[in-house]
Nanobody, 123 residues
């Protein structure tokens, strides 16, 4: 199983980025896929998740109204559209996958992780 993130970079406050996570190595049709982030000196935190089969989504409060998670079934890819970015959004963003939603929003230990992509928002 491999999750490969892309799309990170440097953006000014108020700008937008779209992160991509390409999944391979198995069928993710019954999985939940989502995003976490970790800023220097901070713990890893949940950002957003989506059920691949139902499309149900869940967002952390920090991203509600600004971030949108979506998927492309044909490409086995999950996206995180981030708008109105703030300096406090600066972090390494990780894609993750697991059969259970609870491992994203409760225990925060999904079984599969990508290598991460850096997002830096300048003020």
């Amino acid at each position: 199983v491999q999750l490969v993130e892309s799309g990170g970079g440097l953006v000014q406050a108020g700008g937008s980025l779209r992160l991509c996570c390409a999944a391979s190595g198995r069928t993710f049709s019954s999985y939940v896929m989502g995003w976490f982030r970790q800023a220097p000196g901070h713990e890893c935190e949940f950002v957003a998740a989506m059920s691949w089969i139902s499309g149900n989504t869940h967002y952390a409060e920090s991203g509600k109204g600004r971030f949108t998670i979506s998927r492309d079934n044909a490409k086995n890819t999950v996206y995180l559209q981030m708008n109105s970015l703030k300096p406090e959004d600066t972090a390494v963003y990780y894609c993750a996958a697991d059969p259970l939603f609870s491992r994203f929003v409760a225990t925060m230990n999904p079984g599969y992780w990508g290598q991460g992509t850096q997002v830096t928002v300048s003020s």
